[in-house]
């Protein structure tokens, strides 16, 4: 199936030169100038397979679908609440969350997502950097680095987030000082608040 687009794209590239060519007058350029260019195209088609196969290959050796699936499922612990905030207040909500993500699990397919991140590493990476990534990747620092790299961003994203809670709550005491109608403004509400 991945193929049919660059065959596609060969096919519509060889009938535009021999549109072209027609108009020229010139047949027996026209016939070169029309192989070379299909042998041109097949190359260029032959290297992107490549790349890509190359590119699912680095994928695999990474690790990359069961990253995937350990990052939905960290989403889904941010999510949860969010989505069972979002509801009106009921029996129902719990029930309503927990068959949402059932649902989601069912469908959830990380090969399609890797499908999708294939084209990204093709804009950013040369056939020879993924090259040099698998190279790299299947080394013992490389294969350490597959093993630590989820532990590193677990243990950064705790990190980061006890920093982001110091500095907002830091922040939020500063800017009460400096304004202390937003402090009455709070307590004032907390008063109004209460039944």
């Known amino acids: 199936m991945r193929h049919f687009?660059?065959?596609?794209?060969?096919?519509?590239?060889l009938g535009s030169l021999c549109a072209a060519q027609d108009l020229s007058g010139n047949d027996q350029d026209s016939g070169q100038s029309v192989v070379a260019?299909?042998?041109a195209s097949k190359?260029?088609?032959?290297?992107?397979?490549?790349?890509?196969?190359?590119?699912?290959?680095?994928?695999?050796?990474?690790?990359?679908g069961a990253l995937v699936t350990q990052t939905m499922d960290e989403m889904e612990k941010n999510i949860r609440p969010l989505i069972t905030g979002?509801?009106?207040?009921?029996?129902?909500r719990d029930k309503l969350v927990d068959l949402f993500f059932q649902k989601f699990h069912e469908k959830r397919d990380s090969r399609?997502?890797?499908?999708?991140?294939?084209?990204?590493?093709?804009?950013?990476?040369?056939?020879?950097d993924i090259k040099?990534?698998?190279?790299?990747?299947?080394?013992?620092?490389?294969?350490?680095?597959?093993?630590?790299?989820?532990?590193?961003?677990?243990?950064?994203?705790?990190?980061?987030?006890?920093?982001?809670?110091?500095?907002?709550?830091?922040?939020?005491?500063?800017?009460?000082?400096?304004?202390?109608e937003m402090q009455q403004a709070i307590m004032q509400a907390k008063r109004t608040d209460k039944p």
């Open 5 to 13: 687009g660059a065959v596609f794209a060969a096919a519509v590239l």
């Open 37 to 39: 260019a299909a042998n």
């Open 43 to 64: 190359a260029q088609v032959a290297l992107a397979a490549d790349k890509q196969a190359d590119i699912r290959r680095l994928l695999q050796l990474t690790g990359a």
């Open 86 to 92: 979002s509801l009106p207040p009921g029996d129902y």
């Open 112 to 128: 399609q997502l890797l499908e999708l991140i294939v084209p990204i590493y093709d804009k950013y990476y040369t056939a020879e």
């Open 132 to 180: 040099g990534l698998i190279a790299f990747y299947q080394t013992p620092t490389g294969q350490k680095m597959i093993t630590v790299l989820p532990k590193i961003m677990a243990d950064s994203q705790a990190a980061g987030g006890q920093w982001g809670q110091e500095l907002g709550r830091e922040c939020m005491m500063e800017v009460l000082q400096e304004h202390p």
